[in-house]
Protein backbone atom coordinates (compact mmCIF):
# COMPACT_ATOMS: atom_id res chain seq x y z
CA UNK A 1 0.00 0.00 0.00
CA UNK A 2 1.64 3.51 -0.82
CA UNK A 3 1.21 5.94 1.90
CA UNK A 4 0.91 9.76 1.09
CA UNK A 5 4.01 11.56 2.81
CA UNK A 6 3.60 15.27 0.67
CA UNK A 7 2.69 16.82 -1.85
CA UNK A 8 4.81 19.48 -4.23
CA UNK A 9 3.47 22.54 -3.68
CA UNK A 10 4.73 25.97 -5.75
CA UNK A 11 8.66 26.73 -6.73
CA UNK A 12 10.52 28.25 -4.14
CA UNK A 13 13.60 30.79 -6.14
CA UNK A 14 14.83 29.82 -9.21
CA UNK A 15 17.21 27.25 -8.39
CA UNK A 16 14.67 24.71 -8.40
CA UNK A 17 13.61 24.27 -4.83
CA UNK A 18 9.89 23.50 -4.23
CA UNK A 19 7.78 23.56 -0.91
CA UNK A 20 5.86 20.68 0.47
CA UNK A 21 2.79 19.89 2.37
CA UNK A 22 3.73 17.76 4.66
CA UNK A 23 1.52 14.57 5.88
CA UNK A 24 3.70 12.55 7.75
CA UNK A 25 4.44 12.88 11.44
CA UNK A 26 7.98 12.06 10.92
CA UNK A 27 9.11 14.75 8.08
CA UNK A 28 12.78 15.08 9.49
CA UNK A 29 12.94 10.95 8.61
CA UNK A 30 11.12 11.27 5.31
CA UNK A 31 12.53 14.25 3.60
CA UNK A 32 16.50 13.73 4.85
CA UNK A 33 18.87 14.11 2.33
CA UNK A 34 19.40 10.72 0.29
CA UNK A 35 16.11 9.95 0.98
CA UNK A 36 14.36 8.47 -2.41
CA UNK A 37 10.83 9.04 -2.53
CA UNK A 38 8.09 7.35 -5.23
CA UNK A 39 6.12 9.93 -7.08
CA UNK A 40 2.28 9.36 -7.45
CA UNK A 41 1.12 9.43 -10.37
CA UNK A 42 4.55 7.91 -11.80
CA UNK A 43 4.35 10.41 -14.92
CA UNK A 44 2.37 13.93 -15.56
CA UNK A 45 2.90 15.28 -19.08
CA UNK A 46 3.23 18.95 -18.36
CA UNK A 47 3.58 22.32 -20.35
CA UNK A 48 6.08 23.81 -18.14
CA UNK A 49 9.00 23.40 -20.20
CA UNK A 50 7.48 25.15 -23.05
CA UNK A 51 5.54 24.28 -26.38
CA UNK A 52 6.44 21.34 -27.51
CA UNK A 53 8.77 19.92 -25.10
CA UNK A 54 6.82 17.73 -21.99
CA UNK A 55 7.71 17.07 -18.79
CA UNK A 56 7.45 13.88 -17.17
CA UNK A 57 7.60 13.71 -13.55
CA UNK A 58 10.39 11.08 -12.60
CA UNK A 59 8.88 7.69 -11.14
CA UNK A 60 11.18 8.52 -7.88
CA UNK A 61 12.63 11.50 -6.77
CA UNK A 62 15.99 12.00 -4.59
CA UNK A 63 16.18 14.54 -1.42
CA UNK A 64 19.24 16.85 -2.04
CA UNK A 65 18.20 19.01 0.64
CA UNK A 66 15.50 19.94 3.26
CA UNK A 67 14.28 22.97 5.08
CA UNK A 68 11.99 24.67 6.87
CA UNK A 69 11.25 27.77 6.11
CA UNK A 70 8.43 30.21 7.70
CA UNK A 71 6.73 26.72 8.66
CA UNK A 72 6.56 25.36 5.33
CA UNK A 73 9.03 22.48 3.92
CA UNK A 74 10.97 22.93 1.45
CA UNK A 75 12.76 20.91 -0.55
CA UNK A 76 15.40 20.26 -3.34
CA UNK A 77 15.62 17.08 -5.37
CA UNK A 78 18.22 15.90 -7.32
CA UNK A 79 18.45 16.91 -11.25
CA UNK A 80 15.31 19.61 -10.46
CA UNK A 81 17.37 22.86 -10.56
CA UNK A 82 15.53 25.68 -12.63
CA UNK A 83 11.93 26.76 -11.60
CA UNK A 84 10.34 25.62 -15.16
CA UNK A 85 11.10 22.00 -14.13
CA UNK A 86 10.02 22.92 -10.44
CA UNK A 87 6.99 24.32 -10.90
CA UNK A 88 6.72 21.06 -13.69
CA UNK A 89 6.07 19.13 -10.27
CA UNK A 90 3.16 20.90 -8.83
CA UNK A 91 0.42 18.57 -7.40
CA UNK A 92 2.65 15.95 -7.49
CA UNK A 93 2.10 13.37 -4.41
CA UNK A 94 5.44 11.75 -2.64
CA UNK A 95 4.76 8.34 -1.48
CA UNK A 96 6.08 5.71 0.46
CA UNK A 97 5.63 1.65 0.52
CA UNK A 98 3.95 0.71 4.13
CA UNK A 99 6.08 -2.22 4.02
CA UNK A 100 9.00 0.37 4.70
CA UNK A 101 7.47 1.92 7.64
CA UNK A 102 8.16 0.73 10.87
CA UNK A 103 5.50 0.09 13.15
CA UNK A 104 5.31 2.69 16.52
CA UNK A 105 7.65 1.80 19.17
CA UNK A 106 4.63 2.49 21.44
CA UNK A 107 2.28 -0.62 21.85
CA UNK A 108 -1.42 1.66 21.76
CA UNK A 109 0.39 3.65 18.32
CA UNK A 110 -0.66 2.72 15.12
CA UNK A 111 -0.73 4.30 11.69
CA UNK A 112 -3.61 4.36 9.24
CA UNK A 113 -2.71 1.74 7.33
CA UNK A 114 -2.70 -0.56 9.73
CA UNK A 115 -5.86 -0.14 10.88
CA UNK A 116 -7.93 0.09 7.39
CA UNK A 117 -9.42 -2.97 6.61
CA UNK A 118 -9.57 -4.73 10.36
CA UNK A 119 -13.32 -5.78 11.11
CA UNK A 120 -14.80 -4.09 13.66
CA UNK A 121 -16.46 -5.75 16.41
CA UNK A 122 -18.31 -5.25 19.85
CA UNK A 123 -16.88 -7.42 22.71
CA UNK A 124 -19.55 -9.96 22.64
CA UNK A 125 -18.47 -10.63 18.77
CA UNK A 126 -21.27 -8.63 16.80
CA UNK A 127 -19.74 -7.35 13.80
CA UNK A 128 -20.36 -3.86 13.01
CA UNK A 129 -17.87 -3.33 9.77
CA UNK A 130 -14.60 -2.58 8.70
CA UNK A 131 -12.73 0.49 9.37
CA UNK A 132 -12.50 2.55 5.58
CA UNK A 133 -10.37 4.68 6.54
CA UNK A 134 -9.48 7.20 9.70
CA UNK A 135 -10.32 11.23 9.89
CA UNK A 136 -7.58 13.07 12.01
CA UNK A 137 -9.91 15.40 13.70
CA UNK A 138 -8.88 18.32 15.98
CA UNK A 139 -10.18 16.61 19.47
CA UNK A 140 -9.62 12.92 18.94
CA UNK A 141 -8.96 10.76 15.83
CA UNK A 142 -12.15 9.21 14.20
CA UNK A 143 -12.63 5.17 12.61
CA UNK A 144 -14.73 5.91 10.03
CA UNK A 145 -16.63 2.51 10.04
CA UNK A 146 -18.29 0.94 6.75
CA UNK A 147 -21.39 -0.74 7.92
CA UNK A 148 -22.78 -4.02 6.31
CA UNK A 149 -25.77 -2.30 4.72
CA UNK A 150 -23.96 0.39 3.07
CA UNK A 151 -23.57 3.17 5.58
CA UNK A 152 -21.07 4.77 7.32
CA UNK A 153 -20.32 5.87 11.05
CA UNK A 154 -18.25 7.63 13.03
CA UNK A 155 -16.04 5.94 15.99
CA UNK A 156 -14.01 8.31 17.84
CA UNK A 157 -10.94 6.46 18.78
CA UNK A 158 -10.79 6.61 22.54
CA UNK A 159 -9.81 4.17 25.12
CA UNK A 160 -13.61 4.35 26.34
CA UNK A 161 -15.34 2.98 23.20
CA UNK A 162 -12.37 1.18 21.65
CA UNK A 163 -10.95 -1.11 24.26
CA UNK A 164 -8.79 -3.19 21.79
CA UNK A 165 -7.33 -3.05 18.79
CA UNK A 166 -6.08 -6.85 18.07
CA UNK A 167 -3.90 -6.61 14.52
CA UNK A 168 -2.92 -10.30 15.29
CA UNK A 169 -6.51 -10.60 14.65
CA UNK A 170 -7.61 -8.10 12.02
CA UNK A 171 -10.34 -6.54 14.17
CA UNK A 172 -11.04 -3.62 16.14
CA UNK A 173 -13.38 -4.31 19.39
CA UNK A 174 -15.29 -1.40 20.01
CA UNK A 175 -17.62 -0.56 22.73
CA UNK A 176 -20.57 1.93 21.41
CA UNK A 177 -22.39 4.08 23.87
CA UNK A 178 -26.15 3.40 22.78
CA UNK A 179 -27.35 5.61 19.66
CA UNK A 180 -23.68 6.56 18.25
CA UNK A 181 -24.36 4.17 15.65
CA UNK A 182 -26.96 5.48 14.37
CA UNK A 183 -26.00 9.06 13.60
Given amino acids: MQLVVGRIGKPHGVRGEVTVEVRTDEPEARFAPGSVLRTEP???????????????????LTIEEARFHQGRL????????DRN????????????DSADVAPPDDPEE??????????????A????GEVARIDHAPSSDLLVLRRPEGRTALIPFVRAIVPEVDLAGGRVIVDPPAGLLDL
Fill in 110 to 123: FHDHQLVGLAVVTP
Fill in 85 to 96: TAEALRGTLLVV
Fill in 74 to 81: LVAFDGIL
Fill in 42 to 60: GAVPSPANGPGVPFRVPAE
Fill in 125 to 128: GERL
